[in-house]
């Protein structure tokens, strides 16, 4: 009997589609970099209120909340390339809004807020096609590292997206608003001419949406590793996330102006390409389950550490501790959900999973703008960093087979 040939290459550098992915989300990631450090500038620029920053996250989050779920089931049964396509135009779209704002001087925020939600519906149509198309595009036996380096991509875009954000904006939030939209097509163009090696396992459409829908949702709900893995993320971030405060830390305690903020910005990423880049060479082979919850911990105290930093320097070094130790957690958290999700299944169960990560950064930075107003800036960092570390302690008691995880390999769909 003949054996079906495969139809990848034995090397992820020999896969044309994983190139033309990994480089439309690098030059879309960039620009969306860019767009955070300018909008975030500009609103806390025009306003000096922390709740402002907080709502640049509600607005992204709640149309990330309501059409994350359905877009993952669009992503089960339409080209998973298009549907990515039309997200990243989407988000040009409302750049292109937000420079239109700028060029007319507008100082009313509800209108940055409503391109915003805009551009949130564009991510949450991207989120479950770029995570399910991967596997389209890269054999299971090098998706490990598939998923390293792309994050990779990911991480140097937000390396160097926070750092140009701020420069960018010396030349005018209207010039870098313009460059983002620019950029988000060029990503779209690349991610358009991607050609797919395997064929997508559609999901059923005898099934009415509500149906379908559910179907993924139980899919999660009813595996303890998956599960885990997402709301371990989810309350972690949730809690732990300083991002949104950069601003604030950069302008009134560091003092450190736009370009500082691009430079704290770009430490996490730093520390998360490091990491990425080791992963992408040296896979995790033992332990994945404690390490993940080891990393996640690091995370907590390092967001203490920036917390009650007043040095620049120092700020700088936890925040780069914060996006290795990250990096970890991601790279640990997406193989677990790639192999233990069959094809026809994977833009749902990525749906959930974006709506995770999407509550944890958008919704976290509403409850760290939030909380920073109520409690002082510096409080609220540190309770966010302790709530982390008690996250991982609670996580390990209710997840044992989370954290029994051994092999990435050993964990099948």
């Known amino acids: 009997m003949s054996q079906e040939k495969d139809p990848f290459p034995g090397r992820l550098i020999d896969c044309p589609g994983f190139l033309n992915l990994a480089a439309g989300r690098l030059i879309g990631t960039i620009a969306m970099q860019i767009q955070a450090v300018v909008v975030a500038w500009h609103l806390y620029a025009l306003t000096n209120d922390p709740l402002a920053l907080g709502y640049v996250g509600l607005a992204q989050f709640v149309p990330m909340a309501l059409f994350t779920l359905p877009a993952g089931d669009l992503a089960d049964r339409f080209d998973r390339r298009l549907l990515l396509t039309l997200a990243w135009l989407i988000q040009g779209c409302a750049a292109i809004i937000l420079l239109m704002l700028t060029l007319f001087h507008t100082d009313v925020l509800w209108p940055f807020y409503a391109a915003l ?28 590292q598939g998923i390293a380096w792309n994050s990779s991509a990911f991480q140097i875009a937000v390396i160097a997206g926070p750092a140009l954000g701020g420069l960018v904006y010396l030349l005018g ?81 560091l003092h450190v102006g736009p370009g500082g903020l691009g430079a704290l910005r770009s430490a996490m990423a730093a520390g998360a390409f490091v990491v990425g880049i080791f992963l992408g060479y040296l896979s995790i082979r033992r332990h994945a389950g404690l390490i993940m919850f080891a990393s996640v911990a690091v995370f907590g105290l390092a967001t203490v550490v920036f917390a009650l930093s007043t040095s620049f320097v120092l700020s700088l070094s936890a925040l780069f501790i914060i996006g290795a130790s990250d990096m970890v957690s991601v790279y640990v958290r997406a193989s677990l959900i790639q192999m233990a999700t069959p094809d026809a299944m994977r833009g749902r169960v990525s749906a959930v999973n974006m709506l995770f990560i999407g509550a944890s950064n958008e919704l976290g930075e509403f409850e760290s703008g939030t909380t920073a107003a109520w409690f002082g800036v510096v409080p609220a960092a540190i309770i966010g960093g302790v709530g982390t570390i008690l996250i ?16 990435l390999s050993d964990v099948t769909s």
């Open 117 to 144: 939600a805009l551009f949130g519906i564009g991510r949450a149509f991207a989120g479950p096609s770029m995570q399910s198309l991967l596997p389209l595009v890269v054999p299971k036996k090098l998706l490990p």
């Open 392 to 407: 991982v302690g609670l996580w390990m008691r209710w997840f044992p087979a989370l954290r029994k995880v051994d092999r």
């Open 173 to 253: 939030a209207d010039f870098a608003f313009g460059l983002c939209s620019v950029m988000f097509c060029i990503g779209a163009l690349a991610i358009y001419f991607i050609t797919p090696q395997l064929q997508q396992q559609k999901g059923p459409s005898g099934a009415s949406a509500l149906e379908r829908l559910k179907e993924g949702v139980s899919y999660v709900r009813h595996r303890p590793i998956v599960l885990g893995a997402l709301s371990l993320d989810l309350f972690a971030v949730l809690l732990g996330g300083a991002t949104a405060l950069l601003p604030i830390y950069a302008k009134d305690i």
